[in-house]
């Protein structure tokens, strides 16, 4: 596709400036001053603040600040949720199923369900990022996961008690791994203050309801976010209010143009983020060649 482009631009005629840091555009008798030339229209592209390596530091808000254009409140998306346990890091380099579910204090946000990783001091994985950006209470947001979503309470209490009196010379670690993998059951066991070795038959009521509980409900307190070296994306970005839907035209300056990550749209995994930048960029060009050719 890069190729593709670079040919169809030598085609046109097209001039490609490389290694040029734009830190100001100032508009002049409907001209652009970009450093030492002047542009019929300008399309701000320089996405979000999450590729610093790649070029999109965040500078070009201040470059749409500078036209009037309002920034909302940035934040890394689509990135891992911290976690500050010691006890958790046991737990490095798992991967499970589940349906998790992120609270700000008693408020359920948003549930996801997919494939959970475990790092040594946070949770990824696809429903995870899906989450992150819903982040924003450090002292009362909490992650709550159901290892066993495909398995009902009632299901699994009728599991361990049969399993009790059919097999009571099983392990409990045994037991859970026949549901979740053997770093998760002693994980779980240890929440269910559950010794290892503990035969099955020994298991009391208050034993299994623990067990129950905490494959349905295992809680980790969020203690932030990876930062935008990490993300994906960037939450937030300028108000997408403020550029013409039908032509990505800011509303506040003609000529300007915006699109992809530097506007106030995310989207979850999936490519919809990708999407989003190819269409927006798509439009944009467009809008802004009709522009130049309307204004003769």
């Known amino acids: ?24 555009i100032s508009a002049k008798n409907s001209m ?59 737990l490095k380099g798992l991967r499970v199923k589940g349906t998790c579910s992120i609270f700000a204090g008693k408020k359920l946000l948003k549930s996801e369900f997919g494939e959970i ?26 992650m709550v996961i159901d290892i066993c979503t495909e398995f009902s309470e009632e ?3 009728n599991y361990f008690t049969e399993s009790r009196y059919k097999n009571p010379s099983l392990r409990t670690e045994e037991l859970l791994t026949g549901l979740i993998p053997q770093k998760l059951a002693y994980f779980i066991m240890e929440l269910s203050k559950i010794k290892e070795s503990t035969l099955s038959g020994k298991l009391t009521n208050k034993d299994i309801d623990s067990l129950i509980f905490h494959l349905k409900n295992l809680e980790f307190r969020i203690d932030g976010v990876r930062d935008f070296d990490y993300s994906q994306v960037t939450c937030g970005g300028a108000v997408s209010e403020d550029f013409f839907t039908e032509s990505l035209m800011s509303r506040k ?32 060009g467009a809008s802004a060649v009709k522009y130049i050719n309307e204004k003769g």
């Open 1 to 24: 596709i890069r190729e593709a482009l670079i040919k169809t631009c030598e085609v046109l005629n097209i001039q490609i400036f490389t290694d040029t840091k734009i830190e100001r």
């Open 32 to 90: 652009f001053l970009i450093n030492d030339k002047m542009f019929d229209a300008v399309i701000i592209a320089s996405g979000g603040k999450s590729a610093k390596a790649h070029g999109s530091d965040g500078s070009g808000y201040s470059i749409l600040k500078s036209f009037g254009h309002k920034i909302t409140e940035l934040s890394p998306a689509l990135t891992a949720l911290k976690i500050n346990d010691k006890k958790f890091k046991t």
């Open 117 to 142: 990783q475990f790092t040594e001091d946070a949770l990824s994985g696809i429903p995870v990022l899906n989450l992150s950006h819903l982040y924003n209470d450090k002292k009362n947001s909490y």
């Open 155 to 157: 299901y699994l209490l």
């Open 253 to 284: 300056q003609k000529g300007l143009f915006a699109c992809g990550e530097i506007l106030n749209v995310n989207g979850e995994c999936g490519g919809y983020n990708l999407h989003f930048a190819w269409t927006s960029g798509r439009l944009a």
